[in-house]
């Protein structure tokens, strides 16, 4: 394979440097994208149905379109918890997504355990997504994306003792890492719309392992003060916030992608942020098209503002959020 060659040939002209100081957990399978990880679990457990929640990003669809499993559709409440239906056909999965890893490990025992003991026929897939730092349970399956929390363009781990037979191929990434080094020359708005195709290139991407690019660029980060950063910065975001914000939650997540914060004027402080350079997304639009107005999805698409802070920025960024929040 191209990567193997790779790895063997000496000389040359320089190529990109990101020394692996910093290997990521053996125990996962390393894998291309999170919605193949999800196609790798139904392929190789024999799922026949998913259950997803009608508040998810249009990419999940993905893994049930190509394997030709139906989709059924399941509502969460103002906690964020997944109201899974009483009874479902045998060999059905529910995806329960962990929403900005305000599921705390206690919340996603209980979800596993009431799905196997009250919930007849239903297994669960736990999609952790948006909560990288956020350690897999034994005897869960869980999807875990790369690129939401660091600069690369795809890769995503997966904790699972299910086994595909099939024999994968190693991806390849050179091709897609041109928007991040656009960005990093030319600014985020310059690098948009390539990250925009970057994104919708990875619906026909096929399952595949994660490639070496993205594997060396992953162990090259220091993962572990990525972490502190994200937790430092949500203190302070929390700390200004937390009177104001309509979401409730008892703890911070560890290393969290975003502060989640929702108002009653969602779109105006959105759009008001990003005028000011401050870029903030939707999550998830597409969903809308689900969902009636009353239903408390539709209020989080609407409402909730996803305030940055990871690990490229400080308390002074922080404070600046803050004040473009508090300005009238």
């Known amino acids: 394979m191209p990567s193997e060659q790779a790895a063997a040939e000496i000389g040359g002209y320089p190529s990109f440097e990101a020394s692996g100081h910093h290997p990521l957990n053996p125990r996962a399978l390393m894998l291309n994208t999170a919605r193949n990880a999800i196609e790798y679990v139904i392929r190789a457990r024999g799922y026949t149905r998913l259950l997803l929640p009608r508040w998810c990003c249009a990419a999940l669809l993905t893994p049930a379109s ?5 989709v059924d ?3 969460v409440d103002s906690s964020l918890m997944p109201q899974l239906p009483a009874a479902v056909p045998r060999g059905t999965v529910a995806l329960v997504t962990n929403y900005f890893g305000l599921l705390s490990p206690e919340d996603v025992q209980r979800i596993a355990r009431e799905a196997q003991e009250e919930h007849e026929g239903l297994s669960v897939l736990i999609d952790n997504s948006q909560a990288y730092f956020e350690p897999p349970l034994p005897g869960l399956d869980t999807v875990y994306s790369c690129r939401k929390f660091f600069g690369v363009p795809d890769g995503a781990l997966l904790f699972s003792d299910a086994v595909l037979a099939d024999e994968l191929e190693s991806d390849e990434s050179f091709n897609r890492f041109a928007y991040l080094f656009k960005r990093l020359d030319c600014g985020a708005q310059a690098g948009y719309a390539d990250f925009q195709a970057n994104e919708s290139l990875l619906d026909d991407v096929p399952l595949r392992y994660m ?5 060396q660029v992953l162990q090259s980060l220091n993962r572990e003060q990525a972490r502190l950063a994200r937790e430092a910065n949500w203190r302070i975001l929390h ?12 703890r911070m997540p560890p ?20 005028v000011q350079g401050v870029f903030v997304p ?4 597409d969903a809308l098209k689900r969902l009636g107005e009353t239903d408390i999805e539709y209020d989080f698409v609407e409402n909730i503002v996803a305030l940055p802070l990871d690990q490229r920025y400080g308390a002074a960024d922080m404070e600046r959020i803050v004040d473009l929040i508090e300005r009238r």
Do not use: D, M, Q
């Open 66 to 70: 190509r394997l030709g499993v139906p």
């Open 73 to 75: 559709w399941y509502a």
């Open 211 to 215: 490639s070496r690019s993205t594997r």
């Open 239 to 250: 700390e200004a916030l937390k009177g104001r914000n309509r979401l409730s939650f008892e």
């Open 255 to 274: 290393g969290p992608l975003c502060y989640p914060f929702l108002t009653s004027e969602g779109p105006r402080l959105r759009e008001r942020l990003i």
């Open 282 to 285: 939707t999550y998830w639009a």
